[in-house]
């Protein structure tokens, strides 16, 4: 099984950088494939990012492509959110989460919440203007 910890969230001003991490124990960390999803106030959680198991497949939602890059380097169980041109609108708080690699992984699946059994406690993001 595997456990995840979120960090590397913050305040930061509107158009500025931040660098989510995301740590996994467990040795069956290179079998799942990884997310990011964030949840604003009074809104359901949503897709932002995910990685396929063998890092072949990216997948970004539509609302953060060229400002976001999604990683993963599975000999130190990490898979990083690389934030640039910071929003109001990409405050939330952003959670870590594992799908096992038999999930084929498609630009659909990825972005399913329910796809995901293992879920971090979260890392709030804060843009001001």
């Given at each position: 099984q595997?456990?995840?910890?979120?960090?590397?969230?913050?305040?930061v001003q509107a158009g500025g950088s931040l660098r989510l991490s995301c740590a996994a124990s467990g040795r069956s960390f290179s079998s799942y494939h990884m997310g990011w999803f964030r949840q604003a106030p009074g809104k359901a959680r949503e897709f932002v990012s995910a990685i396929s198991w063998n890092s072949l497949d990216t997948y970004l939602a539509d609302s953060v492509?060229?400002?976001?890059?999604?990683?993963?380097?599975?000999a130190k169980n990490t898979v990083s959110l690389q934030m640039s041109s910071l929003k109001r609108e990409d405050t939330a708080v952003y959670y870590c989460a594992a799908s096992p690699r038999l999930l084929p992984a498609t630009a659909h699946s990825m972005s399913v919440?329910?796809?995901?059994?293992?879920?971090?406690q979260g890392t709030q993001v804060t843009v001001s203007s």
């Amino acid at each position: 099984q595997v456990q995840l910890v979120e960090s590397g969230g913050g305040l930061v001003q509107a158009g500025g950088s931040l660098r989510l991490s995301c740590a996994a124990s467990g040795r069956s960390f290179s079998s799942y494939h990884m997310g990011w999803f964030r949840q604003a106030p009074g809104k359901a959680r949503e897709f932002v990012s995910a990685i396929s198991w063998n890092s072949l497949d990216t997948y970004l939602a539509d609302s953060v492509k060229g400002r976001f890059t999604i990683s993963r380097d599975d000999a130190k169980n990490t898979v990083s959110l690389q934030m640039s041109s910071l929003k109001r609108e990409d405050t939330a708080v952003y959670y870590c989460a594992a799908s096992p690699r038999l999930l084929p992984a498609t630009a659909h699946s990825m972005s399913v919440p329910d796809n995901f059994q293992l879920w971090g406690q979260g890392t709030q993001v804060t843009v001001s203007s």
